[in-house]
C-alpha cells in the first residue's frame, strides 16, 4: 500500500509558541491531504482538506488562524499550530488519497504526530 | 444524534474466535466505507474499503455494506492476539475526495 510519513513524531512545547508538523506521501503525489485530531480515548475530527497550490479548506469550528495549513508540493503538506496552548495537546493524523492502481482513492494515513504543550 | 454510531468496547474474545464488529450511520449520502485498525499511539491502517452496499472478502476479514439499514460490519475470523486492537469504521460521500467521517472505535482483545 502507499506510505505516508509526518515528522516529528513527538514534540513537546512550551505556551505560546508555534509547532509545524510535516505530512509527505512518499511514493505517490497527492494534490488533497487531510489533517485530523484525535482526543485520548475519541475518535478521529476532520479539521481540514489541504489543496496544493491553493487555500486549505478548514471545517466548522477550526480556527484557520490557529492552524495553518501549507500544501507546498504534491508530496508535502505542512500543519502549523500558531501560539499553542495546553488545550491543544493532542494527536496530528494526517491522510492522503491515491489517485492510481489497486488503492485508487483509498486514504492512507501517517503515523501521527503527538502534541504536548506544556 | 452522532452522525457515526460505534460501540468503543471493550470487546474481549478468545483466540480462533469470529469477531463482528459493527457501525451505524444518520446520513444516507454516505457512498463509501472503510474499516481501519490502530495500534495504541500509532496512525489507523486501512484493513477493508468498499463502495455502496454488499459484501468484500479480504483473507479473514470480510466487510458488508447494508445501506438500506445504515449499518456496516466487519467480521475477523479466526482471531489471532495480533489482532487485538482498536477498530474504527470510517465513511465518506466521495471516496478519497472528502475527508472521512469516523466511529469512535471499538477497543478489541483476543485472548490467548
Known sequence: GAVVSQHPSRVICKSGTSVKIE????????????????????SLMLMATSNEGSKAT?????????????HASLTLSTLTVTSAHPEDSSFYICS??????????????????????? | QKEVEQ??????????????????????????FMWYRQYSRKGPELLMYTYSSGNKEDGRFTAQVDKSSKYISLFIRDSQPSDSATYLCAM??????????FGKGTHLIIQP
Open chain 2, 7 to 32: 460501540d468503543p468496547g471493550p470487546l474481549s474474545v478468545p483466540e480462533g474466535a469470529i469477531v463482528s464488529l459493527n457501525c451505524t450511520y444518520s446520513n444516507s449520502a454516505f457512498q463509501y
Open chain 2, 92 to 101: 465518506s460521500f466521495w471516496g478519497g475526495a472528502d475527508g472521512l467521517t
Open chain 1, 23 to 42: 505530512c509527505r506521501s512518499l511514493d505517490f503525489q497527492a494534490t488533497t491531504m487531510f489533517w485530523y485530531r484525535q482526543f485520548p480515548k475519541k
Open chain 1, 58 to 70: 478548514y471545517e466548522q469550528g477550526v480556527e484557520k488562524d490557529k492552524f495553518l495549513i501549507n
Open chain 1, 96 to 118: 492522503a488519497p491515491t489517485t492510481s492502481g489497486r488503492n485508487y482513492n483509498e486514504q492512507f494515513f501517517g503515523p501521527g504526530t503527538r502534541l504536548t504543550v506544556l
